[in-house]
């Protein structure tokens, strides 16, 4: 009877909890850097060193937030290689919200990580988070880089997170 008491005001203070309002739209530019997260994604899935090259701004910093962060295209590109080959990992990613104001961008989303080791397959999730800018030319690329540490997963959540995967910005 006790119980009773503690549990209906609290399920009766959430029912009535205002839910958060959806998300605003996306501008044309949000969806320009949706698009071009998803085909930088693209470059490391068909192991495209030369595109993934592209999609980074030459002075750029990956692992911004590390201690040892990778600056430049070429030590990034470098540093990336393995990963862009698929040697040993495979690394997918998409964005699931983009903001841009005029011509700076960033772009959020789930990263999945899985790696062969001896024959065992390790899954392992992150969040990763871009900064763009638009070049001279009206192409963006990305000029910051970096995440949270990654936390192992089972195959039922790695499934979902490709099954989640948006084919196009939700906005286009």
Not at 25 to 42: G, T
Not at 72 to 93: F, M, Y
């Amino acid at each position: 009877m006790a119980l009773a008491f503690v549990l209906v005001p609290l399920l009766a203070a959430t029912a009535t909890a205002p839910t958060p309002p959806p998300p605003a739209p996306f501008s044309a530019d949000e969806c320009a850097v949706f698009a071009r997260e998803l085909s930088f994604a693209k470059s490391v899935a068909d192991h495209d060193s030369a595109a993934f090259a592209q999609h980074v701004a030459p002075d750029a910093a990956f692992a911004a937030g590390s201690p040892r962060p990778q600056r430049g295209r070429d030590a990034i590109v470098k540093a990336w290689a393995p990963i862009v080959k698929g040697e040993g990992i495979r690394l997918e990613w998409y964005p699931v919200r983009t903001t841009a104001v005029g011509d700076i961008a960033w772009s959020t989303g789930p990263a999945l990580f899985e790696e062969t080791d001896k024959g065992v397959t390790h899954l392992r999730l992150s969040t990763f988070q871009s900064v763009w800018r638009r070049n001279a030319e009206g192409t963006w690329q990305v000029v910051f880089d970096g995440g949270t540490p990654p936390h192992e997963v089972q195959p039922a959540e790695a499934d979902a997170f490709r099954k989640a995967r948006p084919a196009a910005c939700p906005g286009a």
